[in-house]
């Protein structure tokens, strides 16, 4: 049939007026499961409780579901699985069905593409609480079909403007670090045009968590992740967590710590806390002045080293496992917490924040004036920094020893970050060196009370 032009330039034909296509997705799809303890969010069970890890999953549903309502499209369905009871309001709701994450997927596409055919349908999770309206609204470019993939090989939205659908998920292995590429091969093989939408991260695990509450710290999900973790620490202690982990480390069990940007601010180097004094650790016991105060000593290489160079030497830690390696070495060492009473204080000599224990607690700050309230007036203060002189960041770093883990709060401190922050607390860069031969490659700041 041939279209036609009314005098106002509006097209028609014999049948009304033509619709222009939509270019953006005019039906959105969120395929969710109600958020119950046990069932939601499993994977973030290896920080929190399934009660907390539930309300994280409902709070991570509840944004994406904020942010559907709020976007402009013709229908909006919740293919839900469980009791739709609270969820529901401003949404067409369909139920899931059975099978596998391809049948779910399937049905629900043949189920608004049946009513809506050609229309861009966009179906998204409930694991991207910090999707926006925007993205939702993405232009489709003239593609027939969008996906966006996710940072671990999945993906976080698929649209599709025709079907059937069912050949489009039939065969893709889901939930692995290869379902996102699987699933653009098969929308080429089946001839779609396709566009790569923004990637996205969804929240599986704890690392994920708090890398969306940091990105976006305004979102419902992100103040619930803050509040379980002030709460988690106030009542479990950091001092605790790491005595605990620190115990089964210094039994030989392997140490990692990770971050959710991999970053290792403790540049763990576990062997090196049980073998000797070596040539950088003996720089240090050179320029030390007697008698010296190590805090976080572990095994006690360093207090060995300083007692064997005739330099009268103490060693402090909150592992018991540390602190009996150290008194059998003969080099003296107490259990004691840095921020409880210690001996001889505003008396040493010398104080140690040796490895990367001026990160300890995320408060450099802090450590540094418990240092200077240890030390005598003129007496030093060597900390081991980290290898970039200007790095200056706090982490949340995930400790893990044997079967005791815990997040706990940890700095990285270059050499001129150091020195910056010594000036606030009266105190002056004496020397600075660096030296080889340590596998964490870190430089050293000395520095001295005014």
């Known amino acids: 049939m041939t279209a036609v032009t009314t005098g106002l330039g509006a097209p028609f034909d014999d049948l009304?007026?033509?619709?222009?296509?939509?270019?953006?997705?005019?039906?959105?799809?969120?395929?969710?499961?109600?958020?119950?303890?046990?069932?939601?969010?499993?994977?973030?069970?290896?920080?929190?409780?399934?009660?907390?890890?539930?309300?994280?999953?409902?709070?991570?549903?509840?944004?994406?579901?904020?942010?559907?309502?709020?976007?402009?499209?013709?229908?909006?369905?919740?293919?839900?699985?469980?009791?739709?009871?609270?969820?529901?309001?401003g949404f067409e709701l369909i139920d899931q069905g059975s099978g596998g994450l391809a049948d779910r997927l399937g049905r629900a596409f043949d189920h608004a593409l049946a009513d809506a055919a050609d229309a861009p349908t966009l179906l998204i999770a409930m694991d991207t609480p910090q999707v926006t309206r925007e993205l939702l609204a993405t232009s489709w470019d003239g593609a027939d079909a969008v996906i966006g993939l996710t940072e671990d090989g999945g993906y976080w939205a698929i649209g599709l403007r025709r079907g059937p659908a069912p050949e489009v998920f039939a065969s893709i292995p889901m939930s692995t670090d290869r379902t996102g590429a699987a699933q653009v091969a098969r929308l080429l093989d089946l001839g779609y045009q396709v566009k790569l939408l923004p990637p996205l991260r969804d929240v599986d695990t704890p690392d994920d968590a708090e890398r969306i509450a940091a990105d976006r710290p305004h979102l419902g999900f992100s103040r619930l992740y803050r509040q379980l973790i002030t709460d988690r620490d106030a009542t479990?202690?950091?001092?605790?967590?790491?005595?605990?982990?620190?115990?089964?480390?210094?039994?030989?069990?392997?140490?990692?710590?990770?971050?959710?940007?991999?970053?290792?601010?403790?540049?763990?180097?576990?062997?090196?806390?049980?073998?000797?004094?070596?040539?950088?650790?003996?720089?240090?016991?050179?320029?030390?002045?007697?008698?010296?105060?190590?805090?976080?000593?572990?095994?006690?290489?360093?207090?060995?080293?300083?007692?064997?160079?005739?330099?009268?030497?103490?060693?402090?830690?909150?592992?018991?496992?540390?602190?009996?390696?150290?008194?059998?070495?003969?080099?003296?060492?107490?259990?004691?917490?840095?921020?409880?009473?210690?001996?001889?204080?505003?008396?040493?000599?010398?104080?140690?924040?040796?490895?990367?224990?001026?990160?300890?607690?995320?408060?450099?700050?802090?450590?540094?004036?418990?240092?200077?309230?240890?030390?005598?007036?003129?007496?030093?203060?060597?900390?081991?920094?980290?290898?970039?002189?200007?790095?200056?960041?706090?982490h949340r770093v995930l400790l893990r020893a044997g079967t005791a883990s815990g997040r706990v709060r940890w700095a990285r401190i270059g050499i001129e970050a150091l020195a910056a922050r010594a000036r606030r607390h009266n105190l002056v860069v004496a020397e600075r060196w660096s030296a080889g031969g340590r596998t964490c490659r870190a430089a050293h700041a000395l520095a001295t009370r005014r």
């Open 236 to 394: 479990a202690g950091a001092s605790v967590d790491l005595h605990r982990i620190f115990d089964h480390a210094y039994h030989g069990r392997s140490l990692e710590a990770k971050t959710v940007d991999g970053v290792d601010p403790l540049r763990i180097a576990a062997d090196l806390w049980h073998r000797p004094a070596d040539a950088v650790d003996r720089l240090v016991v050179a320029r030390c002045q007697p008698p010296v105060l190590d805090l976080g000593c572990g095994p006690g290489r360093m207090v060995a080293a300083l007692t064997e160079s005739g330099r009268s030497a103490l060693g402090v830690d909150v592992s018991s496992v540390a602190v009996g390696a150290s008194n059998r070495r003969g080099a003296p060492t107490l259990r004691r917490d840095l921020s409880g009473p210690l001996p001889g204080e505003g008396r040493w000599g010398t104080v140690l924040l040796m490895d990367s224990n001026l990160g300890l607690g995320g408060d450099p700050d802090r450590l540094l004036r418990r240092c200077a309230a240890l030390v005598a007036p003129g007496g030093l203060i060597i900390c081991e920094t980290d290898p970039e002189p200007y790095a200056d960041e706090t």
């Open 16 to 89: 009304g007026p033509v619709r222009r296509p939509v270019d953006r997705a005019e039906v959105i799809i969120v395929l969710a499961k109600e958020p119950l303890p046990g069932r939601a969010k499993t994977r973030l069970q290896s920080e929190f409780t399934s009660e907390q890890a539930s309300a994280l999953a409902a709070a991570a549903l509840t944004d994406t579901l904020d942010v559907v309502r709020a976007t402009p499209v013709r229908r909006k369905i919740l293919a839900w699985e469980g009791d739709p009871e609270h969820w529901g309001r």
